[in-house]
């Protein structure tokens, strides 16, 4: 099944807009098994998202060690939820191949983030796996997006219009969505209106500070879905005792019954 299949089967499922960023910090966790810690909190909650998403960065930090926890981790995960890989890959068409075999063939996500930068032939091979999904880094959630994000061509366009506008043209099978910043509000109701049936990945809230309630009223689309809401610290580390899955199922129940008050749901 491809993935916006996939996506919207879960969300339905479990009534939720709601993904788990997995994305652990040996110094924050309340156990040393990097892998032990992911299986209880995706235990806790599985049941109150339409995704995770892993960090690959977290991982890759932590050397083989953590490289094999993430592979165990995306196995463990139900088939029903789909993963995204956050890898944020972008290279020459060669280069971006081997990333896309590595990350949909080893590691066997159902979606990952890839950048835009180096154009069409840096992200086509992963558009060539149909049944997976692929979130092009639009504008994201750090405070200085703009420095790049804001330039202005000569028709008045800003980049991450254009990135917008192009990830538009590329989506021929339906399987791009964007990465979009819940730290830009104004941004994020321009791209929906420019994007009107795409999957938008929208981090940035809890620790962020990006705003729940017009992440969710901007983000959705017409049939109220669409909307990937990412929290990642402010759920996984919601205790750092014993009691640690409890505590993220907790704040991810809250979480999901915000964002559907906030959809009208």
């Known amino acids: 099944m491809e993935f916006v299949s996939r996506l919207l089967n879960a969300s339905r499922r479990n009534r939720s807009l709601l993904c788990v960023g997995l994305d652990p910090d040996p110094s924050k966790l309340p156990v040393r098994d990097v892998f032990e810690f992911n299986r209880a909190i995706i235990d806790a909650t599985s049941d109150l998202v339409c995704c995770y998403k892993p960090n690959l960065a977290f991982y890759e930090a932590m050397g083989i060690r953590g490289l094999q926890a993430l592979k165990k981790t995306v196995a463990y995960i139900s088939g029903d939820i789909p993963v995204i890989g956050d890898a944020k890959r972008g290279d020459i068409g060669n280069t971006a191949a081997a990333y896309a075999e590595a990350l949909f063939g080893y590691y066997k996500f159902d979606a990952v983030t890839v950048n835009p930068y180096l154009g069409y032939d840096s992200v086509k091979p992963f558009l060539d796996y149909r049944d997976k999904g692929i979130f092009v880094v639009c504008r994201t959630s750090n405070s200085s997006a703009s420095d790049f994000q804001d330039l202005v061509d000569n028709f008045g366009i800003k980049f991450y219009q254009s990135v917008a506008l192009r990830a538009g043209d590329w989506n021929r099978k339906g399987n791009i969505g964007l990465v979009v910043g819940a730290t830009y509000p104004d941004e994020l ?29 901007f983000g959705i689309d017409a049939a109220k879905e669409k909307a990937i809401i990412v929290a990642a610290r402010q759920v996984i580390y919601a205790s750092k005792g014993t009691g640690y899955a409890q505590a993220a199922r907790e704040v991810a129940l809250e979480l999901r019954d915000s964002i559907n008050t906030f959809r009208g749901i």
């Not at 940035?204 to 990006?210: D, F, K, P, Y």
């Open 189 to 217: 109701k321009e791209i929906r209106k420019l994007c009107p049936d795409m999957p938008l990945l929208i981090p940035g809230i809890g620790a962020q500070g990006g705003d729940l309630e017009l992440s969710v009223k």
